[in-house]
């Protein structure tokens, strides 16, 4: 899938955007990841919201107006969401999910733009401005449907895969390979799932919540340096737990009309 020509991958990395998984786990910058991803058009509107009040603020004199550094690095900011969203297209299309690959693809694009309008040389506060008014119009140009695929509206976009989370539990109760690491991948997948269903599906976000609470219960059971050597009994009620929130994600999962 071909996408903005001046991101660092136009065509994106499927690898990367496996690899940022394991970033949700290690708690690296894991809350802003799922918000960018779990609930990727709310994170978009914010932004271009906040971009707006920018430039009132702005426009206006106010205490605070945005300086040249402060719009730098919203640029980066965008392109870095730019660099995730064809990341995710192309996993996407490697999964074989070409609508979802298609809206990740249309986020991208417009993540690409506003970081463009907000790189440009703006020598006067007026120009600033227009800049910041850019941005905002590019990420609120995001259809509520592709125009390519009218079926597949951009509200289908959620990360979580419940075939992985299932397969990665079936995995972990087997004992097939290292059950830390499918505990892992199963956490990974809630979390992405409980950013997407925050606000609109209530009840499997708290199952979520509770499964991962389990989760971390049964790691600190695992003795010092054997961290597969989690407590049976803990591993089970998390497992429990999980296989609920998994049901729960599978009937909040969206799907195109």
Request: proline share 6%; charged share 25%; net charge negative.
């Amino acid at each position: 899938m071909t996408l903005p020509s001046d991101l660092p991958n136009p065509d994106g990395d499927a690898a990367t955007a496996r690899s940022r998984r394991d970033l949700l786990v290690a708690g690296h910058d894991g809350r802003m990841f799922t918000e960018t991803i779990g609930r990727p058009l709310h994170r978009a509107q914010q932004t271009a919201q906040t971009y707006r009040a920018a430039a009132d603020h702005a426009e206006l004199d106010r205490c605070g107006a945005p300086d040249r550094v402060w719009l730098r690095g919203q640029s980066a900011l965008c392109h870095r969401r730019a660099r995730i969203a064809a990341d995710e297209a192309a996993l996407a299309t490697e999964q074989k999910q070409p609508g979802q690959a298609a809206a990740w693809a249309a986020l991208a694009d417009r993540y690409a733009t506003a970081a463009r309008h907000l790189g440009r040389s703006a020598p006067v506060r007026t120009d600033a401005i227009t800049n910041l008014r850019d941005a905002a119009d590019a990420l609120e140009a995001l259809p509520p449907t592709l125009p390519a695929q009218a079926a597949v509206p951009l509200s289908c976009i959620a990360l979580f895969s419940v075939d992985n989370g299932r397969q990665a539990l079936d995995n972990a109760r087997r004992g097939n390979g290292l059950v830390l690491k499918h505990v892992n991948t199963v956490e990974a997948e809630l979390l992405l799932f409980t950013a997407y269903a925050q606000g609109q599906a209530e009840t499997g976000y708290h199952i979520a919540k509770q499964a991962i609470r389990a989760l971390d219960h049964a790691r600190k059971t695992a003795p010092e340096n054997e961290a597969d050597a989690m407590d049976p009994q803990a591993l089970d009620a998390a497992f429990e737990l999980i296989e609920q929130a998994l049901d729960a994600a599978e009937a909040a999962a969206p799907t195109a009309p």
